[in-house]
């Protein structure tokens, strides 16, 4: 395997821990990178559900009605650590982002952090894939490359068909199988001397 170029730019890319992760918020996750240039990176756990809340649940917290009373099944995520009373909601590029908290972030995916979009979806007006997410992960200028060459992360490709898959406990299986890997073939130590 080789070790992927550190300063080429992995927006869009999917980040999957490696099995000795010693940071329990990242231990199995799969991260969707939003944002990744030489001063920061910042992305979205895709495959950590947040057991105690539902999107309908939400969307009565926020006093968004649904459309004909029938609530869109859409998971909510543990998106990462930072300003986890935040929502984003990540979702396939059919719905372009909206104003200032909007992103392109590929061809493929886009990410909205406002109301906007919750009313969208609730409305039958949404994206055609989603999930919501409370939280992100993010990293400072050289500190995910540090990651990378530590062994901490894979990087791969992301497809809509994995990204938005709702069986989120098979997400970090299926990242790794995407590389060609068996992921009991990975080893906590692998790389280390």
């Not at 199995?28 to 992305?43: E, N, R």
């Amino acid at each position: 395997m080789t070790m992927p170029d550190l300063d080429h730019d992995l927006t869009g890319k999917l980040l999957i821990a490696m099995p000795g992760m010693e940071d329990p918020r990242f231990a199995g996750a799969v991260v969707l990178l939003c944002v990744h240039d030489p001063g920061q990176a910042m992305g979205l756990i895709i495959n950590k559900p947040i057991e105690d809340i539902t999107f309908t649940e939400m969307m009565e917290q926020l006093d968004i009605p649904r459309r004909g009373g029938v609530a869109p099944t859409l998971p909510v995520c543990f998106g990462g650590p930072v300003e986890m009373r935040r929502g984003f909601v990540l979702h396939s590029s059919d719905y372009g982002p909206r104003g200032e908290d909007g992103l392109r972030i590929s061809p493929r995916f886009a990410m909205t952090a406002t109301l906007d979009i919750l009313e969208d979806i609730a409305g039958g007006r949404g994206p055609h894939h989603a999930l919501l997410a409370l939280g992100y992960a993010g990293w400072g200028a050289g500190q995910l490359e540090a990651e990378i060459a530590r062994n901490d992360w894979l990087t791969a490709d992301a497809t809509p068909e994995l990204v938005f898959d709702n069986r989120l406990e098979r997400k970090w299986e299926a990242a790794i199988e995407s590389l060609g890997i068996h992921p009991m073939a990975l080893s906590s130590e692998a790389g280390r001397a």
